[in-house]
């Protein structure tokens, strides 16, 4: 067919570079926030300590951001299939309370007890996966009743704070010389990309991008949002074992707060909440624009109390920004 | 004649009896548990914690009814508690003013999720999250972590009295609610308001395509969301005397789940408050009952979980057809 | 062609159906339907609006199973348990609804579901879009980028990028479900060339269309289906001959008589230099020049193809969303409309019945009496409640006035049928007293009993002396329906017809002229 034929036909035809622009703005926007997060960090850094944030501060950074990144990756699957799960929090707690009971400083039982311990969180993702694909419920509901009932199983593993993690496990998850934690986030972003190239990952997007539609592909959706489900759940449970590693012991209410903050991370991440745009290297950027947003409040000599003010602040913000600069990206072509 | 028993017999109405028929339930169980459960005084206490968390899901089932959700209740509920015994010092005399100024603030509160929600098309869940972090960054700021001079200052005995107050019997703040349940029932069933706020849950382009104000009407229920998070915190501190940090918490989760229990669809455009009051009933009693068999706290938990999940399942199914 | 078509008919149906019955919430949409295709014919599948072609194709697709009745492939029965499997089964289908992924580029939604693998198995996502160039290349499409994503390309775009999908994978049975609806003439050559390829290599292809010289030109048989079941398949058939089969009636009773327009009827609406918002406007023509007067008693069309700006000038004047540009006067008095309550509210009143009746009109979870109300709530409430006796008053006098076959009042609009969801869309706006009605493609998807009520129900508010826009997807029916059409075309009146050339032929040919050069 001539080019010619149609309204403005062949005027769409651009470079690769500029395609990707377009496609990947959100992972773009999120980079350059976390840019512009460490340089203002690093001015401050400066001008405070007379010299560049050095190994330490990097390391704790990482270190800090590893549970946070982890569990943003985990939401970030489950809202590609335009679902939400507020039982991150529930999980953490359940997986980091079970960490700090069940770890021994032998090596067989590190790893024993943490591949049990991720099962158990993937385990309490399938059960997210079968309500909301089989049950056809609504994801934000059944999260909320599963939370509460994980939060419950929690306390119930561990019910004051206590246990210990073997300074072994840590050192080796979160050891606190070095960033080497990065290695794992690395290990992380190859898997999504490899993800990204399987039939699984197609049809994750695919049921984000329109279910109907999928469906009508031959995307088996149920089936997909139960493995969907399931991974987010084994996400959180990796992240709740970072978490007993930095804390060196457990506490069956700190992972309360990752409900809220996974969500924030792939918001601030360019992650759509409508499903089917997003990906995993926007929730880590999103999750470390927040640990950048406390390292700069905190150097800024900002009450530490504001902190939540200051995020929320940020989200709004951030995604009013987001909008914005989307709709003028499409709006010049 | 035939229109009447449909009246009475629609699904929504159904769900409402559902509703009610658990709490009744929970209360004969609790009275076989433990003898005196059902005895006034105790029943009593059972619905004035309820009228807590039923004024809070009052804001939450307007919001929900349009299919948006309020995850800013928490800290609003928080802020109003802590604003209004410092802004009264606990005199008489300021109450009106730490009262309309506390209900000022939640309305604000609302008005900024509702003004985002429209115009920014910010998702409801992402922007009433975000304001929760920004009221509760405020209000531990301003308050330095609940250690100001005027943290400490109790509820105005007016609004103590207001509370635990009894007229012909009954606690006032119980005559309160049910003042509530009535006008936000009458509101939602039989004025403009109430047609509009259901037409755009069930279908936001064809309730605008009739004329309705979609995005005057989606801000105020926003305002009304806070404005009720607002009353509750007003009457926690009075119920309590004191406000404390974190005392919010719980009434995201049970707000929510009063809605759902009472049988407002989560996706929105069906529902009735009388409903969702039922479900705040509902909760407290197996809450009650659990705390009857001395369940630990951990038990509860659990078996909040499950018995969402049982209604959902019950319920939720038959939303998509 | 015969002769294709007799040595056609002899063999055993590639695809065929028996006594298949499909029922959607109360309405039957196939009753002991038949059908069959085979090898190496194309077969075109023509009916009206709601005649059932849409919900065979879908069942013959596997996009749902029928209620009752055998699917045969080959003279096998077969059950599908889903799109896949019917996929496996070699069938391709393009839906009428396009399953494109918005937010995945053209070469994945080309290639999904075989996309190229490397090493361990994975998509090899660089060479993603150039494996999608090539299939484009190979059916001659030069004009679509593989790398843009899909929600950035036009209509027909996706039309072709959806059939490109379905052909490429060599379907030995191929549904194409309109697939011209909202193609240019150039491109439906292009569609034609690539089906006459697939009937070469024995491929059965069956397709819907509704532009009977489509049809002609490109079928070896046509089989006529009407009211979900078939009238007869056909080898010649004349086009009247066709419509009667169709319709059930002679064309020329179908329509009803046009009230006298009286000379001095005088001006509701007025519309000066518009633009219509988002449409692209070839280069060196000036944004703005859509004007028209719209007089009292008269029924004005709208025509032209698919995508031409009408649905946003119908829109626009509703102020849902405004249009761009333009001078909107009514009743002679010049008015902004920037939201639907502007309009309702406007002097004369204006009201516009929307295109899809079931996401766009009706909220079909609630009663007949809320839909009917909520645009004149304001005037049947006091400080803001709704005075009940007054509302159930009008809701039932309007019932009984446009016969809609309701229990009562109280009735779920969603379990109505189409037709009467339709009356009570009208009714709505008689309720609110609108003098200028915007009634955009009001027979779609209604019977054709239910359809002759809607005529004479236009025509009884056009002898009212209201003023009616009108548009509609059948030409036909606009050419019998209007005192006067204008068709569009780029967003501007292209031709203005009144009688004695007010046919559907002229209003066709009006609309397929290619636009002026650049």
């Known amino acids: 067919m001539p080019r010619d034929s149609g309204e403005g036909a062949g005027a769409r035809w651009r470079s690769p570079a500029s395609h990707a622009f377009g496609q990947h703005i959100g992972l773009i926007l999120a980079a350059a926030i976390l840019l512009v997060a460490i340089i203002i960090f690093s001015v401050m850094f400066v001008i405070q300590q007379h010299r560049l944030p050095g190994n330490f501060e990097i390391t704790s950074t990482v270190n800090n951001t590893m549970p946070l990144a982890l569990a943003a990756i985990g939401q970030t699957i489950v809202v590609l299939t335009r679902g939400i799960d507020l039982s991150v929090g529930g999980v953490i707690d359940l997986t980091n309370a079970l960490a700090a009971i069940l770890l021994r400083p032998n090596l067989g039982n590190q790893l024993a007890v943490s591949v049990i311990i991720i099962l158990i969180g993937a385990a309490g993702g399938l059960i997210n996966g079968l309500l909301v694909g089989l049950g056809r419920l609504q994801p934000i509901v059944v999260t909320l009743a599963t939370l509460s009932i994980y939060q419950g199983l929690a306390i119930r593993v561990l019910p004051q704070p206590g246990g210990a993690v073997p300074p072994g496990y840590t050192g080796f998850l979160v050891n606190p010389n070095a960033p080497t934690a990065l290695v794992f986030l690395l290990i992380a972003i190859v898997l999504w990309l490899g993800l990204r190239r399987t039939r699984l990952g197609v049809d994750i997007f695919a049921i984000g991008a329109d279910e109907q539609a999928a469906i009508a592909l031959g995307v088996r959706t149920v089936r997909t949002k139960i493995i969907a489900y399931t991974l987010a759940g084994a996400l959180y449970a990796i992240a709740g074992l970072f978490l007993a590693a930095t804390a060196t012991a457990g506490d069956a209410t700190t992972g309360d707060s990752y409900t809220l903050t996974s969500i924030v991370a792939i918001v601030l991440g360019g992650v759509s909440f409508f499903g089917g745009r997003g990906s995993a290297i926007g929730a880590i950027a999103g999750a470390f624009i927040i640990t950048m947003i406390v390292n700069i409040l905190f150097f800024a000599k900002i009450n530490p109390l504001y902190q939540a003010f200051y995020e929320g602040l940020f989200l709004v913000i951030a995604v009013v920004l987001g909008a914005l600069i989307g709709r003028l990206v499409r709006a010049r072509r | ?321 | 062609m015969s002769e294709r078509a007799a040595a056609a008919a002899t063999g055993v149906a590639a695809v065929a159906a028996r006594t298949l019955n499909k029922t959607f919430g109360g309405v039957q949409a196939l009753r002991a339907a038949s059908f069959a295709a085979h090898a190496g014919e194309v077969h075109a599948l023509v009916g009206e609006n709601g005649a059932g072609k849409s919900t065979l194709i879908k069942i013959l697709g596997g996009r749902f199973p029928p209620d009752s009745g055998t699917i045969l492939l080959d003279g096998e029965p077969v059950r599908f348990s889903g799109p896949a499997d019917a996929t496996r089964r070699g069938i391709g289908t393009v839906f009428q609804e396009l399953t494109l992924l918005p937010w995945l580029t053209v070469a994945e939604n080309l290639l999904f579901g075989r996309e190229p693998r490397g090493a361990g198995g994975l998509i090899r996502r660089a060479s993603l879009a150039t494996d999608a160039e090539a299939v484009l290349a190979r059916l001659g499409i030069s004009h679509i980028d593989p790398r843009a994503q899909v929600a950035e390309i036009s209509l027909s775009e996706r039309q072709i990028v959806e059939i490109a999908r379905v052909v490429t994978k060599k379907p030995r049975i191929l549904f194409l479900d309109e697939p011209t609806s909202s193609l240019v003439e150039r491109e439906v050559a292009w569609l034609f060339e690539r089906i006459r390829e697939l009937r070469a290599l024995g491929t059965a292809i069956v397709f819907t269309s509704h532009r009977w010289n489509e049809i002609t030109s490109i079928a070896d048989r046509i089989t006529i289906y009407r009211n979900g079941s078939e009238v007869g398949t056909f080898t010649e058939i004349e086009e009247g001959e066709a419509i009667t089969l169709m319709t059930g009636r002679r064309v020329d009773a179908l329509y009803p008589k046009l009230p006298l327009l009286s000379a001095g009827a005088k001006d509701m609406l007025a519309l000066t230099e518009a633009t219509i918002p988002g449409l692209a406007t070839p280069i060196g023509q000036p944004a703005s020049d859509l004007s028209f007067h719209l007089r009292a008693g008269e029924i004005l069309g709208i025509g032209g193809l698919a995508g031409q700006g009408h649905r946003e000038l119908f829109l626009g004047l509703f102020g849902a969303p405004p249009l761009a540009r333009g001078k909107i006067a009514v009743g002679g008095k010049p008015l902004r409309i920037h939201r639907p309550s502007h309009a309702i509210n406007a002097g004369l009143g204006i009201a516009l019945v929307p295109e899809d009746r079931k996401t766009e009109g009706l909220l079909l979870p609630l009663s007949v009496r809320y839909n009917l109300t909520l645009p004149i709530l304001r005037r049947i409430s006091r400080v803001g409640v709704i005075r009940a006796p007054t509302e159930g008053r009008m809701s039932r006098e309007i019932i009984t006035a446009l016969g809609v076959r309701t229990p009562s009042a109280a009735q779920r609009v969603g379990a109505l049928s189409g037709g009467n969801q339709q009356k009570v869309l009208v009714g709505r706006w008689l309720l609110a007293e609108s003098r200028i009605l915007l009634l955009y493609d009001v027979t779609r998807g209604v019977d054709v009993a239910t359809r002759h009520e809607i005529y004479d129900l236009i025509m009884r508010l056009a002898g009212e002396e209201r003023a009616i826009l009108l548009y509609s997807s059948d030409t036909e029916e606009l050419a019998h329906l209007c005192h006067r059409v204008l068709v569009l075309r780029d967003g501007r009146v292209a031709a203005e017809l009144v009688p004695p050339v007010l046919t559907a032929e002229a209003i066709v040919s009006a609309s397929m002229r290619q636009a002026r050069a650049a």
Not at chain 2, 218 to 229: H, I, K
Not at chain 2, 230 to 235: M, N, T, V
Not at chain 2, 255 to 275: D, E, F, Q, R
Not at chain 2, 281 to 293: F, G, H, K, Q, R
């Open chain 2, 1 to 321: 004649m035939n229109n009447l028993v449909r009246l009475f017999t629609t699904r929504d109405v159904l769900r409402v009896y559902a509703a009610y028929g658990a709490a009744i339930l929970l209360f004969i169980i609790g009275a076989l548990v433990h003898p005196g459960f059902a005895s006034l005084p105790s029943v009593t206490t059972i619905l004035l914690i309820s009228s807590f968390i039923g004024m809070v899901a009052a804001g939450q089932c307007f919001v929900v009814l349009i299919g948006g959700i309020d995850l800013s209740v928490p800290w609003v509920l928080n802020a109003a508690a802590i604003l209004l015994a410092t802004a009264s010092l606990g005199q008489n005399g300021r109450a009106l003013y730490a009262i309309l100024l506390t209900l000022g603030m939640g309305g604000l509160a609302g008005l900024a999720n509702g003004i985002f929600v429209v115009w920014f098309e910010v998702p409801a869940v992402v922007m009433t999250l975000a304001m929760n972090g920004i009221v509760e960054g405020l209000t531990l700021g301003l308050s330095s972590g609940m250690t100001c001079g005027a943290c400490a200052s109790y509820a105005p005995p007016i609004v103590q009295q207001a509370v635990h107050g009894v007229f012909l019997g009954i606690p006032t703040a119980l005559w309160l609610w049910l003042v509530i349940i009535i006008i936000v029932s009458f509101a939602l069933s039989f004025t403009r308001f109430g047609r509009a706020t259901y037409a755009i849950g069930n279908n936001p382009r064809a309730a605008f395509l009739a004329g309705v104000n979609v995005n005057l009407t989606t801000v105020a229920l926003y305002v009304l969301s806070g404005v009720f998070s607002a009353l509750a915190g007003i009457l926690l501190v009075g119920f309590g005397g004191q406000a404390s940090l974190g005392m919010g918490d719980p009434y995201l989760f049970q707000s929510i789940a009063a809605v759902v229990i009472g049988g407002v669809s989560i996706l929105g455009g069906s529902g009735l408050y009388v409903g969702a009051a039922a479900g705040a009933i509902s909760l407290t009693a197996l809450v009650s009952v659990l705390l009857a068999l001395n369940m630990p706290e951990y038990g509860r938990s659990i078996i909040y979980g499950l018995v969402i999940l049982a209604l959902l399942l019950l319920y939720g199914r038959e939303e998509r057809q």
